[in-house]
T-cell receptor, first 113, second 115 residues
Framework: GQQLNQSPQSMFIQEGEDVSMNCTSSSIFNTWLWYKQDPGEGPVLLIA?????ELTSNGRLTAQFGITRKDSFLNISASIPSDVGIYFCAGQHQETSGSRLTFGEGTQLTVNP | DGGITQSPKYLFRKEGQNVTLSCEQN?????MYWYRQDPGQGLRLIYY???????QKGDIAEGYSVSREKKESFPLTVTSAQKNPTAFYLCASSHLNRGYTDTQYFGPGTRLTVL
């Protein structure tokens, strides 16, 4: 199946620092999604992107849909301890895969107080 | 409350036994999905269903079975043929073919341990 490369795999930062993570694909998507998963819980949707070049914010989170439709990034500003968790990107191409999502392998974020 | 429920949260079974994981949604979503997550890894699709009484294999369907007799329910059976069943299982649901609202939403997960 399609592959998404998500980086970095893990990040260790100090509280207050900004964070950036990204996903790249060998094929195009028409939707990019970013989820956060707390330990032992299901992923929760953070941001959804539907148009190439789109830049969307949700509080301290900002995500962009790459202009080539093959990449996306997520930024977290002024990190706080509750930002700890695993962040997943997911891509969707409805014409070729319907409602199926392709997931990246996740970025494990640790925030030191 | 609207949402997706999975039960139980933790499940222990002996090797060789079949086990069924429950997933229910009251969001009136058309499509439902089952994923498997192993430690430190991403989500892999097991099965999905876009309409009642129909379902399709995902990337890792071997050793699993599903049914979709009701729109709200999509139970997953982990059979004895699954060689390494211990994992965290996630159910998700979404609308279908509504463009912006096709986003998948996840349940809280079931952690299955086979002893």
């Amino acid at each position: 199946g399609q592959q998404l490369n998500q980086s970095p795999q893990s990040m260790f930062i100090q509280e207050g620092e900004d964070v950036s993570m990204n996903c790249t694909s060998s094929s195009i998507f028409n939707t990019w999604l970013w989820y956060k998963q707390d330990p032992g819980e299901g992923p929760v949707l953070l941001i959804a992107l539907y148009k190439a070049g789109e830049l969307t914010s949700n509080g301290r989170l900002t995500a962009q849909f790459g202009i080539t439709r093959k990449d996306s990034f997520l930024n977290i500003s002024a990190s706080i301890p509750s930002d700890v968790g695993i962040y997943f990107c997911a891509g969707q191409h409805q014409e070729t895969s319907g409602s199926r999502l392709t997931f990246g392998e996740g970025t494990q974020l640790t925030v030191n107080p | 409350d609207g949402g997706i429920t999975q039960s139980p949260k933790y499940l222990f079974r002996k090797e060789g036994q079949n086990v069924t994981l429950s997933c229910e949604q009251n969001l009136n979503h058309d499509a439902m999905y089952w994923y498997r997550q192993d430690p430190g890894q991403g989500l892999r699709l097991i099965y999905y269903s876009q309409i009642v009484n129909d379902f399709q294999k995902g990337d890792i369907a071997e050793g699993y079975s599903v049914s979709r007799e009701k729109k709200e329910s999509f139970p997953l059976t982990v059979t004895s043929a699954q060689k390494n069943p211990t994992a965290f299982y996630l159910c998700a649901s979404s609308h279908l073919n509504r463009g912006y609202t096709d986003t998948q939403y996840f349940g809280p997960g079931t952690r299955l341990t086979v002893l």
